[in-house]
């Protein structure tokens, strides 16, 4: 079955301590995408990467990193998480920006 | 940078009534304009897009209309069914110099039986 799927689906944390959202696609989609949404803001997109290692800054990149060291794969990275970064976050890929993005289920985090 | 409206925020219709929801860019370089369809504790999923070479297009009871001059485009939904009841939102996506796709805020979209 085509599908992105994310882990964890749920995190609670506490400031300051480094997490990582794991993303894996398995369509062979070169682009993807990492987007947060905030209730009365959409969905913002944080990072997207082109291809393996070609990544480049989307809307909202402060306070996240990202990797592509293959081409399933897309991590995103909070070092040093802060309250202000609770919120729901999406992965998502697709063939090239112009075409459909497959979303995953969502990871849901809440730093106190 | 691409900036992206959404109009209305809610939306309450009648079973069967149409519904309308209108988005505005700003970039006059986005040339491809996706709707998606967010069901409550999913993801979002595409239910049309259109690109810059085309002013309208359909499938079935959804419609999207572009209009590249006024940079604004437009999802119709017809007939519509409870299960149409779900946050919709338009995105912009560059093609060249840019790969970056701007969301607009969503629209709650309420069909009552």
């Known amino acids: 079955e085509a599908q992105v799927t994310q882990n964890p689906r749920y995190l609670i944390t506490v400031t300051g301590k480094k997490l990582t959202v794991t993303c894996s696609q398995n369509m062979n989609h070169e682009y993807m995408s990492w987007y947060r949404q905030d209730p009365g803001l959409g969905l913002r997109q944080i990072y997207y990467s082109m291809n393996v290692e070609v990544t480049d800054k989307g809307d909202v990149p402060e306070g996240y990193k990202v990797s592509r060291k293959e081409k399933r794969n897309f991590p995103l990275i909070l070092e040093s998480p802060s309250p202000n970064q609770t919120s729901l976050y999406f992965c998502?890929?697709?063939?090239?920006?112009?075409?459909?993005?497959?979303f995953g289920p969502g990871t849901r985090l809440t730093v106190l | 940078g691409e900036n992206v409206e959404q109009h209305p925020s809610t939306l309450s219709v009648q079973e069967g009534d149409s519904a309308v929801i209108k988005c505005t860019y700003s970039?006059?370089?986005?040339?491809?304009f996706p709707w998606y369809k967010q069901e409550l504790g999913k993801g979002p999923q595409l239910i049309i897009d259109i690109r810059s070479n085309v002013g309208e297009k359909k499938d079935q009871r959804i419609a999207v209309t572009l209009n590249k001059t006024a940079k604004h485009f437009s999802l119709h939904i017809t007939e519509t069914q409870p299960e149409d009841s779900a946050v919709y939102f338009c995105?912009?996506?560059?093609?060249?110099?840019?790969?970056?796709?701007?969301f607009g805020a969503g629209t709650r979209l309420f069909v009552k039986a």
């Open positions: 998502a890929s697709s063939l090239d920006p112009q075409n459909e993005q497959f």
């Open positions: 970039d006059s370089a986005s040339n491809y």
């Open positions: 995105a912009a996506s560059e093609g060249t110099g840019g790969f970056k796709t701007i």
